[in-house]
């Protein structure tokens, strides 16, 4: 008697296991009679076979692999690409140079790793000006011209915690240098007798930054207000972004941009993978670097709204805002992207239409902001 019941028992147990752990294979199918008249006898369900990750998952899987850096280097975070260990914590400088057209020839642009430009003043046909990113200033030889700030680029370099290295400025700016997190030198470079009006003559040369720093008690470190979050997705060093997995990808193989004082444009060089900087209808080169011509292997454009200040042409972007349109373009393609920025501390995002962050190829990377009214006039060919 006691035997029956603990097998009833048992059955019982056994019943509830194979319902709870099969309730889904007997949705899919009933239960043959052989299937009920089996032995009842307690057994684990059998997990099934993990399915093989499709091609897709795969490449993704190799993406996502984090590359080993050579000994002694790290990836840029400002390029991607491997420079030396020692820098890692150097704060990188942004610096303003003149882009007026008597302010040429430049000095150490080609050698920079991220260039912004932007309407600098509403007069005089937009005049622009550069921004222009380094991490290892140490090696500067001669970087300018140096000239004024606006608003806008202060509302920019902090993303970078980087040091704005400028002479001047409107008083406009008065508000944002009240910021603890902007660090500025302000007219205190060298000055190179080039035979032009003293305005264009302002240049870092070796020792001036080093100067700057010791001077001020500014660290030549990340600080506090740096987050070390990635500021931009890199594509892989060995597997280049060309933009293939994009079905919504144009050709780009020339850009004009809607910049009306300097007329610039940008033309893909296959060979180097990289886009050659053209305005005032010639070459822009670096005389201090063998005449060498700009080039950029990403291009990033903002739509941006302006804001004018006053009669005199000071004026400002709104580089803080949400799901605005731009482009992204390299490899002689170009993709439409949403841009966000949600504050000045916070890093400049950009998403393709799927709402993925993009990833950039290694290399140098040309920033424009482009005012909305002016957005349509851009020209890709």
């Known amino acids: 008697m006691k035997r029956n019941l603990l097998i009833l028992l048992l059955a019982g147990v056994t019943a509830s296991m194979l319902f709870t752990g099969c309730k889904k294979k007997e949705e899919a199918a009933a239960p043959t009679e052989a299937s009920e008249e089996a032995p009842i006898i307690a057994?684990?369900?059998?997990?099934?076979?993990?399915e093989a990750p499709s091609v897709e998952e795969q490449e993704e899987e190799e993406e996502e692999e984090v590359e080993v850096a050579p000994d002694g280097k790290y990836a840029s975070e400002l390029t991607g690409e491997w420079i030396d260990l020692s820098l890692k914590d150097q704060r990188p400088i942004a610096v303003m140079v003149d882009d007026e057209k008597t302010a040429l020839p430049h000095f150490g642009?080609?050698?920079?790793?991220?260039?912004?430009?932007?309407?600098?003043?509403?007069?005089?046909?937009?005049?622009?000006?550069?921004?222009v990113m380094v991490k290892d200033w140490g090696s500067i030889k001669q970087l300018g011209s140096i000239r004024s700030t606006r608003p806008t680029n202060l509302q920019i370099f902090p993303e970078w915690n980087a040091v704005l290295c400028h002479d001047g400025g409107p008083f406009w700016n008065d508000m944002f240098y009240k910021n603890k997190f902007v660090e500025r030198f302000s007219g205190t470079f060298s000055r190179v007798d080039n035979g032009k009006p003293r305005e264009f003559t302002e240049y870092i040369l070796p020792g001036d930054l080093e100067k700057n720093f010791k001077n001020s008690g500014f660290s030549?470190?990340?600080?506090?207000?740096?987050?070390?979050l990635p500021h931009y997705q890199f594509a892989s060093h060995t597997k280049v972004n060309d933009l293939s997995d994009y079905p919504d990808a144009v050709k780009c193989e020339k850009i004009t941009l809607p910049f009306h004082h300097n007329n610039p444009w940008l033309e893909y060089d296959s060979e180097s993978h990289t886009y050659k900087y053209f305005q005032y209808n010639q070459k822009e080169v670096d005389a201090g670097?063998?005449?060498?011509?700009?080039?950029?292997?990403?291009?990033?454009?903002?739509?941006?709204?302006?804001?004018?200040?006053?009669?005199?042409?000071?004026m400002m972007y709104y580089p803080s805002e949400s799901d605005r349109d731009g482009w992204f373009i390299t490899e002689g393609k170009a993709i439409p992207v949403k841009w966000t920025k949600l504050?000045?501390?916070?890093?400049?995002?950009?998403?393709?239409?799927?709402?993925?962050?993009i990833k950039i190829n290694v290399g140098k990377s040309y920033v424009?902001?482009?005012?909305?009214?002016?957005?349509?006039?851009?020209?890709?060919?």
Request: a negative charge.
């Open 43 to 50: 057994v684990a369900p059998e997990e099934p076979e993990p």
């Open 109 to 131: 642009i080609s050698t920079s790793d991220i260039v912004y430009e932007m309407v600098n003043s509403t007069a005089n046909e937009g005049v622009t000006r550069f921004m």
């Open 220 to 228: 030549t470190t990340y600080n506090e207000f740096y987050s070390g």
């Open 289 to 314: 670097n063998g005449n060498e011509q700009i080039a950029f292997t990403n291009l990033l454009l903002q739509n941006a709204r302006l804001e004018q200040l006053d009669s005199h042409g000071y």
């Open 343 to 357: 504050n000045d501390l916070d890093a400049t995002r950009y998403y393709d239409m799927n709402g993925k962050e």
């Open 368 to 381: 424009a902001l482009i005012r909305e009214e002016e957005w349509g006039n851009i020209e890709m060919e």
